[in-house]
C-alpha cells in the first residue's frame, strides 16, 4: 500500500509559477519546492503529545496547508487527521518535500530511501550535528556526503526550516498558538537562528508588517544565505530582505551575493556574535565561526548592505523599507502639534547626517495667510495644541509643494482635540507616493487608532523618536546608495611599480626586518630615510656625514614589535657624542645581537598607518587609519577588501576622522592624497599579486603636501 501519492501528471514548476494576482512570476528552479510543496512527508511525526514531527504536522493543518500531508512514523497512525505511512519507502509517488524530524544518527540512513522515491528536497529539523561537537562534525559531513551523491537539497541540520505566507506552508515545530505568524507582504527573511527568526515573524506579524517568506537554515549543510539572498533578489514578490547572521562560511562568495542582492533591493543585515564572548556562543549555537566583526563590516560596506545594531532597528528598517519608497535627499520635513518634541527630532535629525532646512520666504506667506499667526513654520513645523488635522493636512500640502524637502516626519501627542487619529486617513489619501513619510505618535490616544489609519496606508507609525529618525535615516541611506560618484578617483601606478613583489618574496625569509622591507620599498619607489647601520664606533661618523643631524637611531629586531616599549628608538639626536651614548645603549656592547641602525630625522608631518592582513572568511583586507606610537589608543580605522575599485581607496581614507585632514582643515594646504592613493593601491596589489604575504604594516607613513615617506615597515611571509 502506498500513501500521498499524487494522481495528477507532474507539471514543470522549475521556472514559472501563478502569482497570487494570477499573474506568472519568475521563481528560483531549485528552491522553489521547499517554499511551495504540492505533497510533504513529515518523518517522525506521531500523535504523541510535544512530538516534534507531529507539531509540525498539528501547524501545517492549522495554517490551512493546501496540499498533501503524509506523517511518516512506524505504528502509522493518524496524526492531527492526517493517515501516515510506517515508513519512507511506503511513501506514494508525487511526495515534493521531506520534514526530517528524527535523531540526528537516523539522518543518513533516510536519505537513499527518499531518493529512490524521488524526493530530491529534505529539511532537517533534527539537532545533534556539528554543533556538538566532533562526533556531530562527522555526522553531518556524512549526510552532505550522502546528500551531494543523491542528488537532495537540504536546509538545516539544526534548524526551523521554511516559513511561506503565500503557500501557507511552514515546517516550524512550533505550536499555533506560541507565535503569531505574519500575513503575505513584501519582506523576506533569512536566519541562521531560529529563536530568532519565530521572534521576528512575531513581532512583524503584530506591526502588521507581510512577510512573503522565511528560512531558517541552522547549520548550512546545503542551501544557505548567499543562494537565499539570489533567490529573494530575484522574486518580484519581495521588496525588501532581512538578513541575521552569526557568521560567515564563504566570504568572498557572501560578498557576491550580497552586492547582487543589494544592488536590486534592500538587504538588512543584523551579525551576531560581535566580540569574543558572542563569537563562542555563535559556534556553540550553530557550528559557526562568527570571525572579524570589524572584517564583516567592511564586507557589507562592500556589498552595499545596510547594518543595524539589535532587535528594535531591524523591525524598524523592514517595516520602512517594505512600506516606504527610497528618500530622494536629506531634507526633512518636520511637524508637531508638540513644540519640545519637534525641538528634540531636529536634534536627532542633525545628528543623524540629516538637513531640516527652514522655508523659503514665499512659502512662509503662504502658511501664513491660511493658517494662525500663532504657529511656528520655520521646521520644525509647531501647530501647538490648538492644531486641527485640516491645519496639519493643510501645512504638508503646503511645505511639500515647495519642493524643499525629501522627507516628512511627523510627530503627533495627544492631549489636544483638534488633532485625532483619523489624521491617517486624511493624510494617507494625499501625500505625494515619491516621499517618504514616518510617524511618531504618543500618548493614549493616539495608539491603535492611529496605528490602524496609517497602517492603512503602509505609513509605519513609532512609540519611539529615535526609531522615526533611524527610519528616516534608512530611507535616506538607501535613496543615496545608487548615487553617482562626483569626483575622479585619483588613483594611479605612476609613482609604484608593484611588478617587483613576486621576485622578491621568493628569496626572502619569512621575517624580514624592517631595513630589508624598506630596501624592497625603494626599489619599488616608495620614498624611505636614509640609513646607515652601526656596528662599530667608526660607523657614527659614516652615518653622520651621510645623514647629517638631527638624526634617529633604531634598534631593528625581527621579535621587536613596539620599539617604543622596548626603549628601541631615540629621536632628534643632535650631535656625534649624543649618538655614541644612545647607541651603547641601545647596544648593550653587542652590537651583532642588538643591531643598531641610523636614520635620517625627517620633517613633521600627518603620520598614518597603512596595514594588510588575510581574513581566515573574507581574504585580504587594507586597513588605514591615524599612525604613530597611540594607534591602538585613537582607534580612527577604516578597512576594505582587497581587490578594490579605486573609489574604495578614496572611500577607506574618507570614512576615518584622519581623512577630514588630509582635505585640509583650518586654513591648512591639503595633504598628498593622489600619493596616498596610489600607495593603498601598491599595498593591495602586492597582497592580491602573492599569497604567502601574511601581513604588512607600515606604520608610521608620514604624510606631507608634496609626498610620502614610509618610517617604519614590518612584511610577514607565510612558509
Not at 544518527?105 to 536519505?111: E, I, M, N, R, T
Not at 559557526?288 to 524598524?316: M, P
Not at 617604543?564 to 651614548?581: A, C, F, H, N, Y
Not at 591602538?632 to 578597512?639: C, F, G, K
Request: proline share 6%; aromatic share 6%.
Amino acid at each position: 500500500m502506498t500513501i500521498g501519492g499524487l494522481m495528477n501528471k507532474r507539471i514543470d514548476i522549475s521556472r514559472l509559477e501563478k502569482g497570487m494576482h494570477g499573474g506568472i512570476r519568475r521563481i528560483s528552479a531549485p528552491l522553489e519546492l521547499f517554499f511551495a510543496p504540492r505533497s510533504v512527508a513529515v518523518v517522525g511525526a506521531s500523535p504523541k503529545p510535544g512530538n516534534q514531527g507531529g507539531r509540525i504536522v498539528a501547524s501545517l493543518v492549522a495554517q490551512g496547508f493546501k496540499g498533501s500531508i503524509v506523517p511518516v512514523h512506524p505504528r502509522g497512525e493518524t496524526v492531527s487527521g492526517c493517515p501516515a505511512a510506517s515508513s519512507v519507502e511506503e511513501l506514494g509517488e508525487g511526495i515534493d518535500l521531506a520534514i526530517l524530524a528524527v535523531p540526528a544518527s537516523a539522518v543518513p540512513g533516510l536519505l537513499e530511501p527518499l531518493a529512490r522515491k524521488g524526493i530530491h528536497h529534505a529539511i532537517v529539523i533534527s539537532g545533534g550535528f556539528a554543533e556538538t561537537g566532533p562526533a556531530g562534525e562527522q555526522l553531518q559531513r556524512e549526510m552532505e556526503g550522502l546528500a551531494q551523491k543523491l542528488e537532495i537539497r537540504l536546509i538545516g541540520p539544526n534548524g526551523l526550516g521554511v516559513f511561506s505566507a503565500p503557500d501557507r506552508f511552514n515546517s516550524f515545530f512550533l505550536s499555533p498558538g506560541e507565535i503569531r505568524l505574519p500575513d503575505s507582504g513584501s519582506v523576506a527573511m533569512i536566519s541562521q537562528s531560529g529563536a530568532f527568526l519565530s521572534l521576528i515573524l512575531d513581532r512583524l506579524a503584530g506591526l502588521g508588517v507581510g512577510v512573503h517568506r522565511a528560512v531558517n537554515f541552522g547549520n548550512r549543510s546545503d542551501v544557505d544565505e548567499c543562494e537565499l539572498m539570489d533567490c529573494f533578489a530575484a522574486d518580484p514578490e519581495v521588496k525588501v530582505i532581512g538578513l541575521y547572521l552569526e557568521s560567515v562560511k564563504d566570504g568572498p562568495r557572501f560578498v557576491e551575493a550580497a552586492t547582487r542582492a543589494a544592488g536590486v533591493k534592500p538587504v538588512v543585515i543584523w551579525k551576531g556574535g560581535h566580540g569574543a564572548r558572542g563569537a563562542d556562543a555563535a559556534r556553540a549555537h550553530s557550528a559557526s565561526l562568527a570571525g572579524s566583526y570589524e572584517v564583516f563590516q567592511s564586507a557589507c560596506a562592500r556589498s552595499g548592505l545596510i547594518e543595524v545594531q539589535g532587535f528594535e532597528e531591524f523591525t524598524v528598517a523592514l517595516q520602512a523599507l517594505a512600506w516606504q519608497v527610497p528618500a530622494a535627499g536629506n531634507r526633512v520635513l518636520i511637524v508637531s502639534n508638540g513644540g519640545g518634541m519637534g525641538v528634540y527630532l531636529t536634534d536627532l535629525c542633525e545628528r543623524a547626517g540629516l538637513e531640516v532646512p527652514k522655508p523659503p520666504l514665499n512659502v512662509l506667506d503662504q502658511l501664513a495667510k491660511q493658517l494662525p499667526g500663532y504657529y511656528s513654520f520655520l521646521n520644525p513645523v509647531d501647530l501647538t495644541g490648538s492644531g486641527t488635522n485640516e491645519q496639519c493636512a493643510a501645512a504638508v500640502d503646503i511645505l511639500l509643494a515647495s519642493g524643499g524637502y525629501d522627507t516628512l516626519l511627523m510627530v503627533l501627542l495627544s492631549g489636544t482635540e483638534g488633532i485625532t487619529p483619523s489624521i491617517g486617513s486624511i493624510l494617507g489619501n494625499r501625500l505625494p507616493d515619491d516621499i517618504p513619510v514616518i510617524v511618531s505618535a504618543y500618548g493614549r490616544n493616539m495608539g491603535p487608532e492611529m496605528r490602524k489609519a496609517f497602517l492603512a496606508h503602509r505609513i509605519p507609525v513609532f512609540d519611539s523618536a529615535e526609531s522615526a529618525v533611524r527610519a528616516l535615516e534608512l530611507l535616506v541611506k538607501r535613496g543615496k546608495r545608487d548615487a553617482s560618484i562626483d569626483f575622479e578617483p585619483d588613483v594611479s601606478d605612476e609613482f609604484y611599480d608593484a611588478t617587483l613583489l613576486r621576485g622578491w618574496s621568493q628569496w626572502l625569509h619569512n621575517v624580514p626586518d624592517e631595513m630589508e622591507c624598506k630596501n624592497f620599498l625603494k626599489l619599488c619607489g616608495v620614498e624611505v630615510p636614509g640609513s646607515w647601520r652601526i656596528e662599530q664606533e667608526s660607523d657614527l661618523d659614516t652615518a653622520a656625514n651621510q645623514l647629517g643631524f638631527p638624526v634617529v637611531l633604531k634598534r631593528v629586531g625581527k621579535q621587536i614589535r613596539h620599539k617604543t616599549e622596548v626603549m628601541g628608538i631615540r629621536l632628534d639626536i643632535p650631535s656625534r657624542e649624543k649618538m655614541l651614548q644612545v647607541w651603547n645603549e641601545m647596544s648593550h656592547g653587542d652590537p651583532e645581537a642588538n643591531p643598531v641602525w641610523a636614520e635620517q630625522q625627517m620633517p613633521p608631518g600627518l603620520d598614518l598607518m597603512v596595514g594588510t592582513h588575510r581574513d581566515p572568511q573574507f581574504g585580504p583586507v587594507l586597513v588605514f587609519g591615524t599612525g604613530g606610537q597611540y594607534v591602538e589608543i585613537y582607534r580612527d580605522i577604516a578597512r576594505t577588501l582587497i581587490p578594490a575599485e579605486p573609489e574604495e581607496f578614496r572611500n577607506l581614507v574618507f570614512r576615518t576622522h584622519v581623512g577630514q585632514i588630509i582635505r585640509g582643515v583650518r586654513g591648512q594646504e591639503p595633504m598628498d592624497l593622489k600619493r596616498l592613493l596610489s600607495f593603498l593601491k601598491l599595498v593591495a596589489d602586492w597582497m592580491v599579486q602573492e599569497p604567502r604575504l601574511g601581513s604588512m604594516d607600515f606604520n608610521p607613513v608620514r604624510l606631507y603636501t608634496n609626498g610620502l615617506i614610509v618610517l617604519d615597515a614590518k612584511i610577514t611571509l607565510e612558509p
